[in-house]
Each structure stands twice: as structure tokens, then as C-alpha cells.
């Protein structure tokens, strides 16, 4: 078979990692896009044999390989269904990333990804969004719509989105406070990352979580103007642009952590240092 030189300064997953792979097949029915397609190469065993291919030179990184890697829907659910241990997560992250370089996408795709980037991130937009959403369901329109199948009429894309879209809940612009002290003498303090998607769509989740905190004797704090985490982009194979986010949260993180004089010291009995 010809070898296939990757291009120059293109990197792929690495091969200590693809060796783990025994191909038992015992991700095979964890594998959602595998039991919904019973497809080969869109199961976890499949595509690791895919990207072996590409690492040993055998296969192009091309718009085919491209389509499976995207198939993926990241669950990780391969990697506890697993007896071998492979580490799925650090196969399918570089190998997004290498399809992103490597590989051109159409101008629909292009428009769609961007739309999904200007938006998803950013948690101030989102909320701008979510309100005639929110209007969208109040007033009827959805289940009318769907009734007589007018969202069919939506491009196939924003019709998957439609047929996904939660509740709006109808406090979208109520945040919670910078700080959730417990009931007595804090034990512990934490930080919390409240999200770009769901502190607008998702509040009660963080609610019920700093309840559960405090509960437990948890100082909560969560800082403000935290950004997206960069899970996204990761996810996306848009390596730099995941880097930068991660460092913004970081540092939110740690302008808490490096000014603590607006927070009540812990109790006696505990650790001075807080848990960030």
C-alpha cells in the first residue's frame, strides 16, 4: 500500500495511546452512533483504526476520515465500557484537531460553526437569544409549530436544534450571587464554574448545586465574568482558541483565590487554604 506522508507540522493522536486498543469490540454497544448505524468505522473501534491508518501513513486525513471523526458525539461512554483502558479522550481531541488543520470545510459548515462559536460562549449573547425563544414557547408557537410541521421547513440543522431546545426559563437575567455562605461556621470554601449554556438555560442546575454546598458547610464563591471554560472549542478541534479560553478562566479563578479579604475566615477546624 502507498504511504501517505501527513503534511508538514501536522500532528495526530500518539501511538501509545492507539496501541491500547485490542479491538474486542466491547464498545461496540456503548457506542451510541455505532448501535444507531451499526457502522464499523463510527464505532470507538473503528475510528482508532481509522487514525492508526493516518498516524502509520496508510490513510489521508481527508473529508471521508473527517465525517466519522465528526459522527462522534464525545460521550466517552466507550471509555467505561472499555477492559483495556483505552484513553478514548486523548485519541478523538488531537485527531479534531488535525482534521482542523488539515482539512477544509465547506461554507455552510464554515457559517454554521461560526454561528455555534459567536454564540454558544457567550453567556451575555445567549441571553439575548433565549428571550424570544422564551417568547417563542409562551406564546403557543412552538407546539403549534411542531404540530402541523412547519419546523420541518427548517434547514435540517436548525430544525435538530429546535427539536432540542429546553425550557426557557423565564428568570434568564437572574444570576446568582458572588458569594453562598452556609447556614454556620464554614468548613470549607469552593469555587464553582457555573458555564456559558447552562447558568442561561440550565439556572436551577447551579442553584441546586450551591444549595447542596452550603448545605455541606461549603462557602461558595463564583466569580464573576468567568468565560467559557474552552470545553467547546476542545471538543471542536480549535486547539489555540480552547487554550486562550481556559487561561481567561483560570485567572478568573485566581483573582478569587489571590483576594480573599471580601470572604469570612474558615472555622478552626479546618484548612486555611481555600479550595479554588
Not at 434568564?172 to 458569594?179: E, G, H, T
Request: with cysteine; aromatic share 6%; net charge positive.
Amino acid at each position: 500500500m502507498a504511504q501517505v506522508t501527513p503534511p508538514e507540522g501536522i500532528t495526530g493522536p500518539e501511538k501509545k495511546y492507539l496501541n491500547d486498543c485490542v479491538h474486542c469490540g466491547f464498545c461496540l454497544p456503548a457506542c451510541p452512533t455505532y448501535v444507531l448505524w451499526g457502522e464499523e468505522m463510527d464505532s470507538p473501534r473503528g475510528r482508532i483504526y481509522m487514525m492508526r491508518k493516518t498516524v502509520d501513513g496508510e490513510a489521508p486525513v481527508d473529508a471521508g476520515f473527517r465525517i466519522h471523526m465528526d459522527n462522534c458525539l464525545g460521550c466517552m461512554a466507550c471509555m467505561t465500557a472499555c477492559p483495556s483502558g483505552v484513553q478514548y479522550n486523548k485519541l478523538i481531541e488531537p485527531t479534531r484537531a488535525q482534521i482542523e488543520r488539515d482539512v477544509p470545510r465547506n461554507l455552510s459548515e464554515r457559517l454554521f460553526r461560526g454561528l455555534i462559536f459567536a454564540t454558544f460562549p457567550h453567556p451575555g449573547r445567549l441571553r439575548i437569544l433565549a428571550l424570544p425563544l422564551l417568547a417563542y414557547q409562551k406564546s403557543g408557537l412552538q407546539g403549534l409549530g411542531r404540530k402541523i410541521g412547519l419546523t420541518r421547513l427548517l434547514p435540517k440543522r436548525l430544525a435538530a436544534m429546535e427539536a432540542l431546545l429546553p425550557e426557557v426559563p423565564a428568570g434568564v437575567f437572574r444570576r446568582q450571587p458572588a458569594l453562598i455562605t452556609p447556614a454556620g461556621t464554614p468548613r470549607r470554601r469552593v469555587g464553582m464554574l457555573s458555564g456559558c449554556v447552562q447558568r442561561v438555560f440550565f439556572p436551577q442546575v447551579n442553584e441546586a448545586t450551591a444549595r447542596v454546598l452550603a448545605a455541606e458547610g461549603c462557602e461558595v464563591t463564583i466569580p464573576r465574568g468567568q468565560p467559557c471554560c474552552g470545553a467547546l472549542m476542545l471538543h471542536s478541534g480549535l486547539e489555540e482558541e480552547a487554550r486562550a479560553q481556559a487561561k481567561k478562566m483560570i485567572a478568573a479563578f485566581g483573582r478569587v483565590y489571590f483576594n480573599l479579604k471580601h470572604l469570612k475566615p474558615l472555622g478552626k477546624n479546618t484548612k486555611a487554604r481555600p479550595r479554588i
